[in-house]
Structure formats: C-alpha cells, structure tokens
C-alpha cells in the first residue's frame, strides 16, 4: 500500500522545506500534523489543512508556555542537508546523516534532539517503517520542555499511526490522551476516534463520537462528511435497527445520493413491509437512472402488478431489455408477456410470448402463446400453437392447454378436434367438469344444427 508522500517529489520537496523553515521558529510540529491530517492519509497521498489543531496548539502554547532552547547553526545545517536528501528521495542517505547527528546528541540541546527525531519520524512514514516511526515519536515525547504544539501533534500522529496498523488499544489510549490536552478538539479527530471504537466494537462510543463530529459540523451549517454517516449506518445495521437506519439513509440520500443508498432503504422498507414505500423509492431510483440490475426491475414489475398498474410494469420490464439490463429470456419475455396481458394489450403480449417460446426447448410457453390467441380471437393461431405446445411436451397443465384448443376448434366450426381436446382435458379431474359442459354444449350445437339444416335454414 502507498502512503503519503512515496513518489510525489514535489510534495516532499514542500514538505521538507517546510519541515526545516518552521523548525527554526519551532513551529515545524504543527506542519507534520498537517501531512498527516486527512481521514484516509493513508491511501489518498494529499497534505491537508490543519488548521483547527494549529489553533488549537497555539491556544494551548498560550496556557503553558515553557522555555524553549533554539536550533544552532550546526544543527540547522545538518536538518537542512537531510531536507535536501529527503526531497529527492535519498531517504536512506538522509537516515545516514541523522545517525551522524545522532551519535553527538550529548553537545544537542533538547529541541534539537527533538527535531531530529521529527525528522526520523517523517521519513520512517515516508518508508513505511511504522515502528521505527512510533519509536521516534516517542524519543520526540521524552525531550524536555517541548513546545505544547510539538508533543500534541506527536501525541495525535502516534494515534493516527497505531489505528492505520490495527493496534487500536493503543490508538484509542493516543486519541484520548490528546483530547484530554488540545483546547478545541475538531470534528475529524472525533470521527476517528469513533473509528476506531467501531472496530473495536464498542459501537456505543462510536455512536457518541460520530454523533458529536456531525453536531459540530451541522453548528457551522456544513454538511457532515459522507463516511461519518456510513458508521452510524454500519452500527445501526448491525444491532437491526431499522428506524434509525432509515433516518441516516434518508440523510445521506439528501446530501450525497447514490444509488446504494437507494437500494439500501428500499430493502429497509421492504423489510418493515412498507410496500408503497419500497415501491416509491425503488420507482424514484428508476427514475433517477440507478436501476441498472436485472433483478430490481422485475422486483419493480412485480409491485406494480401487485399494486394493478400492470402495463407500468410491462413498460419497466421492456426498457429493462432494451437497455440491455434484463436478459432476453424465455422466463423473462413470458413475464413481459403476462403484464402486457393484464393490461389486455393482447398483440404485444403475444409478441413478447412468441419469442418466449422460440427461445423455450419445452412446450409450456407455446401453450400459453396458444392462450394469448385465443384471447385475441386468433383461433387458427391458437389452435397451431397448442397442437404444437401439447406435442412438444413438458406442458404443466395439459388439461388447460386441452381446454383452449378444444375453444379453438370449437370457434372454428372443427367439432370432432373439439371433442377430442375436450375428452382428452377431461382425464384430468382438474378439469372434469368444465370439459364435461363443453362436450354436452358440443352435443346440443351439433342436434340445433342438424334441424336447422333439415329446416333449410343456414
């Protein structure tokens, strides 16, 4: 993993010009808080503002003021020659030349040694040797009458450093101690404070801490940081508490809307079987363009069919195709097909129910095709598509399916292949009685059919 400064020339070269300048004025401790401030330092490589621990340290610089010994001009030159190491990446050679000062560290006085272990602390960041980096924090600590600034930025950075390698105890003890002596402690050292007592697991500290950060950014009318929010979510989804998961989500959905924030409380609504509200949010998300996932739109559809708005969720299902974020599946188009359906939009049901079963190797959708005919009074249709269907096999419901043909060659003036369907159907004790009444109803038109010919009426 990077971290701060490897690679970036320019901004050690910042740094350490900084580092050497400040020093002089023994300021260079609020500078190192600097580097190292931001939530995600680690990972993200950018030197932010301090300024709210600048003013913290100078108020306390005020409060206990100590005598301080000045950096000599031998020292300053040995600093100095380790800037210019540092910040063209020589840190090995800048290590060598604070060893060279090190071993007279008898003729230093205590701010220079403190300064000088400073300087080992940065560039052991800079090398990612982080236990070389606490040692020399903690030599820095040891110095006498060290400026109030100085020890709270080593006291801050040594917490920052055992949480970014998981020695939390030992965070949280750093985190604490310098609360206990910095004037106006800010937001973010709250919420990373809260940090780590949420992998620690003491969520109810973390709940106070984070609870406090975002309080005192909403004082300033500033929004409160994403990732803040997101551990008071990770807490709350972790005891079940899906009232308040609910108010963080609606938060963030207001300030930082994305689309897992929808879907999360979409699935807390479902959860509390708030079925207008899940629908209300899901259909917002669609809206809103973050449904981009096969199984939220037929979940969708499938509420909107519920709710009997079918053709809103056969419109949702068919844009979900042509986006190309619903399959075109025999399962999927036989869904499309149905909404269309019960929306009796019958010729786009049947289009949608044709590809179905092309794309079906058993003859259940084409049965159902036959059906879709049949209600559209397409009866040759129907009647090729059951005959087809039936002898295709894997048909469900071949009672059913025997039921439609025989409606369909009833209507097509085909009695025998009525009768036949009819009889078949009536195998099934399913549909006993319904083919029973069709085949008595194909009796009585044959006998009125015969007297009405013999009559000479056609």
Same mark, same amino acid.
């Given at each position: 993993?990077?971290?701060?400064?490897?690679?970036?020339?320019?901004?050690?070269?910042?740094?350490?010009?900084?580092?050497?300048?400040?020093?002089?004025?023994?300021?260079?401790?609020?500078?190192?808080?600097?580097?190292?401030?931001?939530f995600?330092?680690?990972?993200?490589?950018?030197?932010?503002?301090?300024?709210?621990?600048?003013?913290?340290?100078?108020k306390?610089?005020?409060?206990?003021?100590?005598?301080?010994?000045?950096?000599?001009?031998k020292?300053?030159?040995?600093?100095?020659?380790?800037?210019?190491?540092?910040?063209?990446?020589?840190?090995?050679?800048?290590?060598?030349?604070?060893?060279?000062?090190k071993?007279?560290?008898?003729?230093?006085?205590?701010?220079e040694?403190?300064?000088?272990?400073?300087? =080992?602390?940065?560039?052991?960041r800079?090398?990612?040797?982080?236990?070389?980096?606490?040692?020399? =924090?903690?030599?820095?600590l040891?110095?006498?009458?060290?400026?109030?600034?100085l020890?709270?930025?080593?006291? =801050?950075?040594?917490?920052?450093?055992?949480?970014?390698? @998981?020695k939390?105890d030992?965070?949280?003890?750093?985190?604490?101690?310098?609360?206990?002596?910095?004037?106006?402690?800010?937001?973010?050292?709250?919420?990373?404070?809260?940090?780590?007592?949420?992998?620690?697991?003491?969520q109810?500290?973390?709940?106070?801490?984070?609870?406090?950060?975002?309080a005192m950014?909403?004082?300033k009318n500033?929004?409160?940081?994403?990732?803040?929010?997101?551990i008071? %979510?990770?807490v709350?989804? @972790?005891?079940?508490?899906?009232?308040?998961?609910?108010?963080?989500?609606e938060?963030?959905?207001a300030?930082?809307?994305?689309?897992? =924030?929808?879907?999360?409380?979409a699935?807390?609504?479902?959860?509390?079987?708030?079925?207008?509200?899940y629908?209300?949010?899901?259909?917002?998300?669609?809206?809103?363009?973050?449904?981009?996932?096969?199984g939220?739109?037929?979940?969708?559809?499938?509420?909107y069919?519920?709710y009997?708005?079918?053709?809103?969720?056969?419109?949702?299902?068919?844009?979900?195709i042509?986006?190309?974020?619903?399959?075109?599946?025999?399962?999927?188009?036989?869904? %499309?097909?149905?909404?269309?359906?019960?929306?009796?939009?019958?010729?786009?049901?049947i289009?949608?129910?044709?590809? +179905?079963?092309?794309?079906?190797?058993d003859?259940?959708?084409m049965?159902? %095709?036959?059906?879709a005919?049949?209600?559209?009074?397409?009866?040759?249709?129907?009647?090729?598509?059951?005959?087809?269907?039936l002898?295709?096999?894997?048909?469900?419901?071949?009672?059913?399916a025997?039921i439609?043909?025989?409606?369909?060659?009833?209507?097509?003036?085909?009695?025998?292949?009525?009768?036949?369907?009819?009889?078949?159907?009536?195998?099934?004790?399913?549909? +006993?009685?319904?083919?029973?009444?069709?085949?008595?109803?194909?009796?009585?038109?044959?006998?009125?059919?015969?007297?009405?010919?013999?009559?000479?009426?056609?």
């Amino acid at each position: 993993m990077s971290i701060l400064f490897v690679g970036q020339t320019s901004v050690v070269r910042k740094a350490c010009h900084l580092l050497l300048a400040t020093a002089i004025l023994w300021a260079l401790p609020f500078f190192l808080s600097a580097v190292f401030s931001c939530f995600c330092f680690w990972e993200r490589g950018v030197v932010e503002n301090f300024s709210g621990y600048l003013h913290a340290a100078e108020k306390d610089k005020k409060k206990t003021r100590r005598k301080t010994p000045l950096i000599r001009a031998k020292t300053f030159k040995k600093l100095e020659q380790v800037q210019e190491l540092a910040e063209t990446d020589k840190l090995d050679e800048a290590i060598n030349v604070l060893n060279s000062l090190k071993a007279k560290s008898k003729k230093l006085n205590s701010y220079e040694i403190a300064q000088m272990w400073n300087f =080992y602390a940065f560039i052991y960041r800079v090398q990612e040797k982080y236990d070389n980096a606490i040692d020399s =924090y903690h030599m820095v600590l040891k110095q006498p009458d060290l400026p109030v600034g100085l020890e709270l930025q080593c006291i =801050y950075t040594l917490a920052q450093i055992y949480h970014f390698i @998981e020695k939390f105890d030992q965070a949280i003890k750093y985190y604490k101690k310098w609360f206990v002596a910095t004037a106006t402690p800010s937001a973010d050292a709250y919420a990373r404070l809260a940090t780590v007592y949420y992998q620690v697991k003491q969520q109810d500290l973390a709940v106070e801490n984070i609870k406090k950060a975002i309080a005192m950014y909403e004082e300033k009318n500033k929004v409160p940081k994403e990732n803040w929010y997101s551990i008071l %979510l990770a807490v709350y989804h @972790e005891r079940g508490d899906s009232k308040n998961m609910e108010t963080v989500l609606e938060t963030l959905m207001a300030f930082y809307p994305k689309k897992s =924030y929808w879907m999360q409380l979409a699935a807390v609504y479902d959860e509390q079987k708030r079925d207008m509200d899940y629908l209300s949010v899901l259909d917002a998300a669609y809206l809103s363009g973050y449904i981009d996932k096969e199984g939220y739109y037929l979940n969708i559809a499938s509420s909107y069919r519920n709710y009997d708005v079918p053709f809103k969720a056969a419109a949702i299902i068919e844009d979900g195709i042509k986006k190309g974020d619903i399959k075109e599946t025999s399962r999927n188009l036989h869904i %499309l097909s149905n909404s269309w359906q019960h929306a009796k939009e019958y010729k786009k049901a049947i289009q949608s129910l044709e590809k +179905a079963a092309r794309l079906s190797e058993d003859g259940e959708l084409m049965t159902w %095709l036959g059906k879709a005919y049949l209600d559209n009074e397409e009866f040759e249709q129907a009647a090729k598509a059951l005959e087809n269907g039936l002898t295709r096999g894997g048909v469900k419901r071949a009672d059913k399916a025997n039921i439609w043909l025989g409606r369909a060659f009833f209507n097509l003036d085909k009695f025998d292949k009525a009768e036949a369907a009819f009889s078949a159907a009536r195998k099934d004790k399913r549909s +006993a009685t319904i083919a029973s009444q069709w085949l008595k109803y194909i009796s009585k038109e044959r006998q009125r059919r015969q007297q009405l010919a013999k009559s000479g009426v056609h």
